[in-house]
């Protein structure tokens, strides 16, 4: 089946820099790669995604970028505050055909800690 | 609009107890899954319905662990019996199709 790595585990950055999460994957039918952010004890809220038709996309402070050819894919966050502390999990999913048809398969999440 | 909706949201049971977990999805949201979250881990996928029919299950225990979603809209899991290592958080999901997918609160359940 799918198997989704993701580097590092936890991420310390001062308020203001940047941070990047990596995620590889190993099914090449996987076409779609959301990112979700965890606060402690609540539910994963999608940030945002990437399908396999773009190489990269944005959201304010958020970007995401994907390599299909190395099956990596990583979350970009400028300017960090405070409150962008959580955790952050990575997935993969495919919405036709392979081993992740239908349901995603998660990274094992970065703990990120922004720094006053 | 109303998000995924679980309950209880927390449970506190002894071993070799039965346990049931409730999810209302999204209004129109036609798939449905179970995930299961161990601390410190991303969730683990364990049954996904598309309306009434299981279309993967593949990661459900099927000795102890038991799902159903009769009308098609929302959805048990069981566990008979529970064991220690069942502690951990419930999470339900919705989307419309393949789309993306919206997570519930969770149940975190501690069995004793």
């Known amino acids: 089946g799918e198997n989704v790595e993701q580097h590092p585990s936890t991420l310390s950055v001062q308020e203001g820099d940047s941070a990047v999460i990596k995620c590889t994957y190993s099914d090449s039918a996987s076409n779609y790669f959301p990112w979700y952010k965890q606060e402690l004890g609540k539910r994963p809220q999608l940030i945002i995604d990437?399908?396999?038709?773009?190489g990269e996309k944005k959201d304010q402070r958020i970007a995401v970028t994907l390599n299909k050819t190395a099956k990596h894919f990583s979350l970009h966050i400028t300017e960090t505050q405070p409150e962008d502390s959580a955790v952050y999990f990575c997935?993969?999913?495919?919405?036709?055909?392979?081993?992740?048809?239908?349901?995603?398969?998660f990274g094992q999440g970065t703990i990120l800690t922004v720094h006053p | 609009e109303a998000g995924v909706v679980q309950s209880p949201r927390y449970k506190i049971i002894e071993k070799k107890q039965p346990v049931a977990f409730w999810c209302n999805p999204i209004?129109?949201?036609?798939?449905l899954y179970w995930y299961l979250q161990n601390l410190g881990q991303g969730p683990e996928l364990l049954i996904r319905y598309e309306n009434e029919e299981a279309v993967d299950d593949s990661q459900l225990p099927k000795d102890r662990f038991s799902a159903e979603r009769l009308k098609g809209v929302d959805s048990t899991l069981k566990i008979q019996p529970a064991e220690l290592g069942d502690s951990a958080v419930y999470l339900c999901?919705?989307?419309?199709?393949?789309?993306?997918?919206?997570f519930g609160p969770g149940t975190r359940l501690t069995v004793l």
């Open positions: 999901a919705s989307s419309f199709g393949t789309r993306e997918q919206f």
């Open positions: 990437i399908r396999s038709n773009v």
């Open positions: 209004s129109g949201h036609n798939t």
């Open positions: 997935a993969a999913s495919s919405a036709k055909g392979g081993t992740s048809y239908g349901k995603l398969t």
